[in-house]
């Protein structure tokens, strides 16, 4: 593995684990700044229930009760190659591109990280329950934002049996 | 009089899979059905052909919250090569949990139990999904075939897919493994579905209805 690769694991796992250390503690604490953390075309899929764009985001956490979360597990990985350099635009799932910014010198830079996180979190008024979440996040700027949020609680999915055939 | 503040909040009910595409569906639900029959075969080298050649792959895998190995079903087979960053320090170590390339990532996952997933547990998201690369996250069921008592586990997997020659093929994928939830090892491979469904009655017809399998 060549050593601009190592740099970039070693990246991805420096990203994840501050990251991650802010996301939750935002998520139980300050959640009125979540959407901060997004592409301001960022995709957020809360329990199989998608949101796309900042303003959407944000009614989805500010609609959630208060949490407590606890982290248990981060794992990341950088994504090499030519779709190191992505970016997602437009405002609609219809129009979603990736768009290589290699091409533009200024965001040449460009790097991309996948984190995968579990643990155990508390939402007021419900048990407690164990929860996966699947992040892609992106270097804009000198900010780390978030692509792509994926939340699933460890659960029993309950979903009609027509969508069931779907997988 | 009170004050018109709002604090209405609630959990959305949970759905079973999100697609930010519906066009996407068809290649996802292939994707998964020929990963997963190649990965619960016996030999699982010919997944080979689904990595690109510098693919990353990595396992996390950790005990509930304030469980261990004397109080659920070890995960022994999983801690060795689990890359929980919470646990795993030092770049040496980091790095080397990070299998790089087709042929270091097929032989760690050949050294994984053996498996049998259960495609009914499956909750499938599609948050990315566009002609240069497709993201998708899948969490579920499988148990180990071939371990003592078969124990049931709960995983999340993410695949990002970049097209390759006419199909696909994985740059990256991670795979984090825990033991399930008591109502989840209940309901995993349960033939009869959890929640009851409401079945139309069958209509006498001459002719079969042609039922469309999504």
Known sequence: MDQEHKVKIDDACRAAEEFTNLYYENLDRRRHLMSKFYLDTGVMVWNGNGVNGKDMIHKLFMELPASESNLLSVDSHPILGKTNCIYVTGNDF??????????DAAVGNQRTVLIQAAGFVTFQGKAGVPFQQ?????????KWKIVSDCFRFQEVVQMPAESKAKF | ITFDVS??????PSKGSFLCLPEGQPIVRQFLEQYYSLYDAENRQPLLDAYHQNALFSLS?????GENSATSPRLFDYLPESRNLRK??????RNKLLKSGKLAIVTSLSQLPSSQHD???????LPIFTPQLIYISVSGLFKETKTAKQPVRAFNRVFVLVPAGSGFC?????????????EQEKAAFNVNPVVPVQVEPPVPSAVPVPVALG
Not at chain 2, 88 to 93: A, D, I, K, Q
Not at chain 2, 170 to 182: D, K, L, S
């Open chain 2, 170 to 182: 994985i740059v990256n994928e991670q795979f984090f493994v825990t033991n399930p939830t008591p």
């Open chain 1, 94 to 103: 219809r129009f979603l591109q990736l768009i290589p910014v290699h091409l």
């Open chain 2, 88 to 93: 795993v320090n030092g770049y040496e170590r």
């Open chain 2, 119 to 125: 495609p009914l547990s499956f909750a499938v998201d």
């Open chain 1, 134 to 142: 699947n992040f892609m996040v992106t270097a804009e700027g000198d």
């Open chain 2, 7 to 12: 604090d209405e909040t609630s959990i959305p």
């Open chain 2, 61 to 65: 895998t950790a005990y509930h919250a």
